[in-house]
């Protein structure tokens, strides 16, 4: 449900902004405060579950998550809207952490695996998912629907919660304020920062480098406190001490992000460049998920015959071959090779995760696994952030430089205008001429940028194996 929300609301965005009166800046400040609100509280889901009690924290936040949607769904203004996603992120904090330590506690080590690899379906399959959902709800059923779709879902969870998962008692907690208002302030900086960077063209605007200034010193304050007093601390910042803990949390922020830009680049490709409808192009990325489902069943059982570090190295280059096979599409491709280079990659990715997920547990004492749910996904959740981010420089500097680098191929005297204007009726100096090839151009130069980002991403997963091997597995 909280996965699905991730990519569902992008892609009706457009139809919020339309219906709300509001611009593209404006409206995407309902994803912004969503994140926000996520961030801040995932990263302290141990803690509340010791003050709350596991059972009770998971009913609390999706009977909050539940409501909150449907306040989304109901909102008459920006304002509204805005407010209660930020409610929605605060809600659905804790609900991939809960979910995650509610199956490590339950099953032993050696069966944690198979477990996690259909948790994994819902964490990673929601975004998979989302494009397609999104599409068809909004241009069916309008955008409020894409937040009431989690209302069935919801009231299934409430009732499986209330009668499967076993209590566990809350305990006496102090609450370590200083902790926690360092992290809001460290958090909210950042994020405001990785989400209007381009819109604000980064260090060229003082509201950036002060955010900058602001992210990096309650950073540093949040992680030299937490060191200090471990913990104590509002997030127990010792368990990262474990190298197999940290090295798994790096490595599902990575490769995660990879897949983040999987579901960033192809709706660009596929609606912009390919002119596609919305629902087409949700069906083909939600068709990734397929070879994925698959890549999710077949992990426990690779890493249990040939060990975790090849499984995982096995992972890292299917995804790194999805990628390759991206990078050499152009604007003749058809659906066939775009669905085969993505699912690759997904496929390749569900390897990885749920082995990553129980292998980040391995040395954990039970009593540790709340706390460690909370700062495994919260690592995850920055790590997705960041790597969005990056996505969108790439592309935002590629159509820039390659723009720039072309635009000064197209000019009357070049022999090959007349030839490519031929068939056409126009006159190169005519203005119908200058918009066609400009539209054109537009066209070439965002598919190269593409291009030129998804070869990044295949070399960043080649580059994530190193990061393997230093696991210390039996």
Not at 70 to 82: H, I, K, N, S
Not at 223 to 233: D, H, Q, S, T, V
Not at 264 to 283: K, N, Q, S
Not at 464 to 470: G, R, T, Y
Request: glycine share 12%.
């Amino acid at each position: 449900m909280v996965a699905l929300d991730l990519t569902i609301v992008s892609v009706a965005l457009p139809y919020m902004a339309g219906s709300l009166d509001a611009g593209g800046g404006e409206i995407s400040w309902a994803m912004t405060m969503f994140t926000i609100g996520q961030a801040i509280i995932i990263g302290i889901t141990g803690f509340l579950s010791r003050l709350l009690g596991r059972k009770r924290l998971a009913l609390l936040a999706v009977g909050g998550f539940v409501i909150s949607s449907t306040l989304c769904g109901l909102a008459q203004g920006l304002d509204q809207l805005v407010l209660f996603r930020f409610v929605q992120g605060l809600f659905s904090g804790p609900l991939i952490p809960i979910s995650q330590s509610i199956l490590v506690g339950a099953y032993p080590k050696e069966q944690r695996t198979h477990v996690l690899s259909l948790w994994v379906i819902g964490v990673m399959g929601g975004p998979a998912v989302g494009p397609a959902l999104g599409g068809y709800l909004a241009q069916t059923l309008g955008w409020r629907s894409v937040f009431w779709v989690n209302l069935p879902i919801g009231v299934l969870a409430l009732v499986l919660i209330l009668g499967f998962v076993r209590p566990v008692p809350a305990r006496r907690e102090t609450t370590d304020y200083r902790g926690l208002l360092l992290l809001i302030l460290w958090i909210v900086s950042l994020q405001i920062l990785l989400d209007k960077g381009n819109e604000l063209d980064w260090l060229d605007s003082r509201e950036i480098v002060f955010l900058g200034i602001t992210a990096v010193t309650f950073a540093l304050a949040f992680f030299l406190r937490g060191a200090l007093i471990g913990p104590r601390n509002i997030i127990d910042l010792y368990l990262l001490r474990d190298r197999n803990f940290t090295a798994c949390a790096l490595l599902v922020a990575i490769l995660g992000s990879l897949l983040l830009a999987l579901l960033i680049l192809t709706p660009l490709l596929v609606i912009d460049d390919y002119r596609w409808e919305i629902v087409t192009a949700g069906m083909v990325i939600g068709g990734f998920g397929v070879l994925g489902l698959a890549g999710g069943v077949l992990a426990p059982h690779l890493a249990s015959r040939i060990g975790v570090r090849p499984a995982l190295t096995i992972g890292c280059l299917f995804l790194a071959l999805g990628w390759h096979i991206y990078s050499r599409i152009d604007l003749d491709s058809g659906p066939v090779q775009i669905f085969l280079a993505g699912a690759l990659a997904e496929f390749g990715l569900m390897i990885c995760y749920p082995v990553l997920a129980a292998q980040a547990f391995a040395n954990l004492r039970p009593d540790q696994h709340d706390e460690g749910a909370g700062l495994f996904n919260f690592m995850k959740t920055l790590g997705f952030s960041f790597g969005v981010t990056f996505v969108e420089v790439l592309l935002y500097r590629g159509n820039q430089s390659n723009w720039n680098a072309y635009a000064g191929f197209i000019s009357v005297a070049n022999p090959g205008l007349d030839g490519y204007l031929a068939g056409t009726g126009l006159e190169p100096t005519s203005e119908s001429a200058g918009a066609l090839l400009a539209a054109q151009l537009l066209r070439q130069t965002s598919m190269l940028s593409i291009v030129q980002c998804a070869e990044v991403m295949s070399v960043l997963a080649l580059l994530s194996i190193p990061l393997v091997l230093m696991l210390r597995t039996k």
